[in-house]
């Protein structure tokens, strides 16, 4: 069993060698999901099963985060000790700066968009 807690949260704990999360299609995981609805899926993904949950982009595992502690120890204090794709990246990269470029991009806590 694992222990994880962000500060101000109850520490989440799983079964297992791995974190929760939802069972995903065999050989794609979850791509269909994502590529439908990325925040949707993202956010319902949290709501079900914590900061930390188990996700496959295809046939590749990976992790979910959304505490901010979690974010900062992957991101910044122990970034060496994780690895990050570098094709997810690149890809990554390549939407968010055609995204960012799109007007209709970003949106208010109150749903309007800028």
């Known amino acids: ?3 994880v807690a962000s500060p101000g949260t109850a ?8 974190p929760p999360g939802p069972k995903g299609l065999p050989m794609i995981g979850h791509l269909l999901d994502i590529r439908r609805d990325p925040l949707g899926f993202f956010s319902a993904c949290c709501q079900q099963y914590g ?3 188990s996700l496959r ?6 992790l979910l985060l959304s505490g901010p502690s979690d974010l900062e120890t992957v991101l910044v204090k122990a970034a060496d000790r994780f690895k990050k794709n570098t094709f997810f990246w690149r890809q990554h990269h390549r ?4 995204e960012a470029t799109d007007p ?8 309007s968009s800028s």
């Open 1 to 3: 069993m694992a222990d």
């Open 11 to 18: 520490p989440q704990s799983w079964q297992g060698p791995h």
């Open 51 to 53: 900061n930390i949950v």
């Open 57 to 62: 982009f295809g046939t590749w595992p990976a």
């Open 95 to 98: 939407r968010a700066a055609a």
């Open 104 to 111: 209709g991009f970003l949106v208010h806590t109150d749903g």
